[in-house]
């Protein structure tokens, strides 16, 4: 395998045996801001870089043994490009025979070359694609990677740390009886904090409303609660962008999702917009409050 740093950057043009993983390679590149074309007849892939003229750096092009002339004709093609463009890197994506007939079978995608049995089709793209294999500046071998794996290999690939995907963060507030959102990552249940609804001039106001804030502002153990949560989210966060993880939601629950659970959200949400984080807010239960 040929070895890269992690400055090694597009444009990109990748390939390589069918079920190897191209398509995953190509679309975490795609996340991280590459313009992504893939299976385009060969006499087309000079006039793309032509044409690309802002910035052919994020370009990326995929081909595979179904472009006609692939195996004899590409690595001309490849040389005049290498010339013209400066940068060029060819990817190759490979995996053991075995894994690939494992990925075919569960995938049930038919190969390529469909004139033959499954491991002749295998054997004989390999053997066709060996001289387009020579001329990459990077290799790629999934047979021991996952998808994730492969895509934490192509972030690198694709310029860094700094090119991770920005973690999208939402937070929302709701209430018990109505149940706990289904697609929350962190769940704050905070119904242990004062409860306004005991309070008759608060009942009817919501979370957000400065007399209930001031009022549970009040309590110690509320702002050392959010403290506390500020302090777990924020250990978390890159942890979680160094997972790959695109978005997270964090719920925060109380009874009837008007009072504590909205202003404790509000306040988590500031905390991390404080902390350069991109944040959206949302109280799920907003339209019953008037009901209750």
Not at 64 to 83: C, N, T, W, Y
């Amino acid at each position: 395998m040929k070895e890269t740093d992690r400055s090694f950057s597009g444009p990109f043009v990748i390939t390589g045996l069918s079920g190897s993983g191209k398509t995953v390679l190509s679309r975490s590149l795609e996340d991280i801001g590459y313009l992504c074309v893939d299976n385009i007849p060969l006499e087309m892939v000079p006039d793309l870089f032509t044409r690309m003229v802002d910035d052919k750096k994020r370009l990326v092009v995929v081909l595979d043994v179904r472009a006609q002339g692939m195996a004899s004709r590409f690595p001309e093609i490849f040389r005049g490009l290498k010339r013209e463009v400066d940068g060029l890197r060819l990817v190759f994506v490979e995996a053991s025979p075995e894994i690939i007939l494992r990925r075919f079978s569960v995938v049930r995608r038919p190969h390529p070359i469909r004139e033959k049995s499954l491991e002749q089709a295998i054997a004989e793209e390999r053997e066709a694609l060996a001289g387009v294999r020579l001329l990459a500046d990077l290799i790629v071998d999934t047979t021991k990677l996952s998808p994730h794996d492969l895509r934490r290999q192509v972030h690198s690939l694709g310029g860094g740390e700094e090119n991770l995907p920005i973690l999208a963060v939402e937070v929302q507030s709701f209430s018990y009886l109505q149940g706990v959102p289904a697609t929350a990552s962190l769940v704050f249940d905070v119904r242990f904090l004062p409860n306004p609804f005991f309070e008759e001039s608060l009942r009817s106001l919501p979370g957000d409303d400065p007399a209930v804030k001031e009022w549970l502002g009040g309590f110690k153990e509320v702002d050392e609660a959010v403290g506390r949560f500020l302090d777990l989210i924020s250990y978390l966060l890159p942890r979680y962008t160094e997972e790959l993880k695109a978005d997270l939601g964090i719920a925060v629950g109380c009874t009837g999702g008007r009072h504590r659970s909205v202003y404790v959200a509000d306040r988590i949400a500031t905390g991390l917009e404080q902390a350069g984080h991109s944040v959206v807010v949302r109280h799920r239960d907003k339209e019953r409050w008037r009901y209750s």
